[in-house]
């Protein structure tokens, strides 16, 4: 695939995580089956911890905004406060969590509560983040070219962070920017990078978003953002519309940024 050029008037680069930096394999072989496999533990050995209560109140939250959506759910109320039987208590925020991963819901409850999770395992040791062999060379030269890199992950700030600061590369971190998650919107809604170019402080025509997701592609085209669509081994098939539409890269290598070497 040959190398794709961007705006010279790119200031910012925005980068997606899953798909993008980091292969899909790892949320989906590694990241999710963790929370799944030691969900219940967790809950258990930190029930009574303050964290873990703000956790589980926003799980609630969630919840009863699912409710008055009329969104399917397990009807049951999440709170400590109404159960005097911890350990249903603790079984009813499992069957939540669970139901929301099995619809691979992007709630800002459940990604912080498994960023919190993924830290203890972070920091242990027993999860490294992967990242794909050219994205930490070609985000050095990006910021020796004068750019600026963020991420913008449907997973909380913190869990980016522990990818990046735990990685198979070491801690790659201060190599960001800046972060955001879906406290900033939804990445299919075009007003979300309306919010970050305004965050950031520059206008959305100099940010270039990379993402596999095609609906990310077009909400971010939509608001004015220049898009390049990663293709990596496990994404999602593109059509034959969306191949013609997209610039398309297999590697960060091949991004180019016009009228600099």
């Not at 997973?155 to 800046?178: C, I, N, P």
């Amino acid at each position: 695939m040959a190398s794709v050029s961007i705006p010279a008037c790119t200031s910012t680069l925005l980068l997606d995580i899953e798909g993008t930096t980091t292969p899909i394999t790892f949320v989906k072989d590694i990241l999710f089956p963790y929370i799944r496999e030691h969900l219940e533990d967790y809950l258990s050995s930190h029930w009574e911890e303050d964290e873990c209560k703000q956790d589980v109140h926003l799980l609630k939250k969630q919840i009863e905004e699912d409710m008055k959506q009329n969104r399917a759910c397990p009807v049951h109320a999440v709170d400590q406060t109404v159960h005097t039987d911890e350990e249903k208590a603790i079984r009813e925020v499992v069957e939540n969590v669970l139901w929301q991963m099995a619809a691979d819901r992007k709630s800002t409850a459940l990604k912080q509560l498994q960023g919190h999770m993924w830290r203890s395992a972070y920091s242990s040791g027993r999860i490294k983040g992967e990242v794909y062999q050219d994205v930490i060379p070609s985000v050095k030269t990006w910021r020796e070219q004068g750019l600026r890199v963020y991420i913008y992950s449907s997973g909380s700030v913190e869990a980016q962070k522990l990818l990046f600061g735990y990685s198979v590369e070491g801690d790659v971190l201060h190599l960001f920017d800046g972060h955001f998650d879906t406290g900033v919107g939804a990445k299919v809604d075009c007003k979300s990078y309306e919010r970050i170019a305004e965050r950031i402080g520059c206008q959305p025509e100099e940010i270039t978003f990379l993402t596999d997701v095609t609906r990310e592609a077009k909400a971010a085209e939509e608001a004015g953002v220049n898009v390049v669509v990663v293709v990596r081994p496990g994404n999602m098939e593109l059509t034959d519309e969306e191949r013609a539409h997209y610039n398309l890269i297999t590697s960060f290598s091949q991004l180019q940024l016009m009228g600099r070497a």
